[in-house]
């Protein structure tokens, strides 16, 4: 690294004096293309119930969602990212509702592909939202069983697949899903369909308001800290990425976000393919709740701390700001 001759040789701040000299030497670039936008989903018709902890979200009803895909592809943002709040009796120990043709993610895939189809659409595949327990993965006799969920996230991943998923989200943290997914998706004819796979996701506390959002605080009985992360982890995320990669990810991504960027540089650094970073649920909410308090300028953190995912090297960022933050970009 060059280092800067004595002061007054150098005086850094000669390049920081106008907004033309600013603009000139700025590193790091933000536009619409970098957001992946998450909305959930909830049954019913006309539906758009907002989320409490989240203030600026709300969930979606089917009939509403392509009107929204329609407004991010306008804005630039490429991809939506969905979530599905089920309805209580979706919620069973066996999960079969998750790989149902019929579900709510499967029904907006559809509507979406349908009416807005240069916008790409991406799911998650996990089977908290309709695990009566509220975990990732099935739960026997107390435990998250692993090779039994794989299985049941291989017929999950195949429906979404075959409703017209662009890119799969597996969110799970279960050991072997990218490699059965992957096989089942060639066999079955989706060679096309990629997958970002969730490959650094940590047991995080700054989720709280997603699972409000999807109707999981209350289920979920117990931590997820036998398959999620422990926030120590720098190392073993790279291990994730690795195995994640060798069994067939095209995309992978750290979450949380800002609490997590090192973690995004490494990756980046290290493996030099697609990297994304999730700016979860409680990243969203502490800022909103500051701004709304008149605590911090709501739209300056908002651009600020997507900057900083650029800046971190990821190649993208999933962001519930994405509609208002492409909105400001676009003038
Ligand atoms: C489900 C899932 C979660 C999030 C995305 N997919 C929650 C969890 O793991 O408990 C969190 C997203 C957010 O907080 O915004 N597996």
Redesign the pocket.
């Known amino acids: 690294m060059f280092t800067p001759p004595p002061f007054p040789a150098a005086r850094p701040r000669r390049l920081r004096r106008t907004p033309a000299l600013r603009a000139m030497v700025s590193e790091a670039v933000l536009t619409p293309a970098d957001f992946i936008w998450?909305v959930f989903l909830t049954e019913g018709e006309g539906m758009e119930t907002p989320v409490a902890s989240m203030p600026g979200v709300a969930r979606l009803s089917v009939d509403r969602i392509a009107g929204a895909a329609a407004e991010a592809a306008a804005l630039g943002i490429p991809a939506i990212c969905l979530?599905p709040y089920t309805s209580l009796t979706a919620r069973t120990e066996d999960c079969a509702m998750a790989w149902d043709r019929d579900n709510l993610t499967n029904r907006a895939i559809c509507e979406i592909k349908d009416k807005v189809p240069e916008i790409a659409v991406m799911t998650?595949i996990?089977l908290?939202p309709y695990n009566a327990d509220g975990h990732?993965g099935l739960v026997r006799g107390g435990e998250i069983v692993n090779d039994e969920t794989v299985e049941a996230l291989v017929k999950m991943a195949l429906a979404q697949a075959e409703a017209g998923a662009d890119i799969l989200g597996p969110?799970?943290m279960m050991d072997g899903r990218i490699g059965a997914i992957r096989q089942a998706l060639e066999a079955e004819g989706h060679t096309h369909v990629t997958i970002l796979s969730?490959a650094a996701?940590f047991a995080s506390a700054?989720?709280g308001?997603?699972?409000d959002a999807v109707g999981?605080s209350a289920a979920l009985k117990g931590d997820?800290k036998t398959y999620?992360m422990d926030p120590a982890n720098g190392d073993e995320a790279l291990r994730m990425v690795a195995r994640d990669l060798a069994e067939g990810a095209d995309m992978v991504m750290v979450?949380p976000g800002m609490p997590y960027l090192d973690v995004a540089r490494r990756v980046k650094e290290a493996f030099g393919v697609p990297t994304f970073a999730?700016q979860?649920?409680?990243e969203?909410a502490m800022l909103q709740a500051a701004a709304q308090n008149g605590w911090l300028d709501g739209e300056r953190v908002m651009m600020e701390s997507l900057m900083a995912f650029k800046r971190a090297g990821c190649d993208g960022v999933l962001t519930y700001f994405a509609p208002a933050a492409a909105r400001l970009l676009n003038g």
């Open positions: 998450p979530f998650d996990a908290d990732d969110s799970d969730y996701k700054f989720y308001p997603f699972r999981a997820k999620q979450k999730y979860v649920s409680g969203y």
